[in-house]
């Protein structure tokens, strides 16, 4: 949905609609306490699936599996915050140089190779 839709809907909502939504906003936020129980399960859940999240509440999981499984996901994430860093890095470094296309495959070259299927 574009911006200009959005705010067309907006715009046809009633005066008496608006409030209710707003009083339903203030009755909601903030009404559960997350504790760091709960943020370690949520980050269990999204980053593993609701069978995962149903796992570790009916202690079919270890907590110990679970707190390794959660530091290895945060660790892999990292890891990817790192290879998008490098192709930033690769990216505007070679869009800055004489030779872009040259600075580009320059830079890209092992990743090229390691890329390629074994013979």
Not at 11 to 30: F, M, R, V, Y
Not at 58 to 83: C, F, P, W
Request: charged content about 25%.
């Amino acid at each position: 949905m574009d911006a200009q839709t959005r705010q067309a809907a907006l715009n046809n909502i009633s005066a008496e609609d608006l409030q209710k939504l707003q009083q339903h906003q203030a009755k909601t936020s903030g009404a559960f306490k997350v504790d760091d129980e709960w943020l370690l399960l949520a980050e269990f859940a999204k980053a593993f699936g609701w069978e995962a999240y149903r796992a570790a509440k009916n202690d079919e999981v270890s907590l110990a599996e679970m707190m390794t499984l959660i530091e290895a996901n945060r660790k892999l994430g990292y890891l990817q915050m790192y290879k998008d860093a490098q192709s930033t890095f690769v990216g505007a470094g070679s869009a800055q140089s004489k030779s872009p296309a040259k600075t580009f495959n320059a830079l890209t070259k092992d990743l090229v190779k390691n890329a390629k299927a074994d013979e």
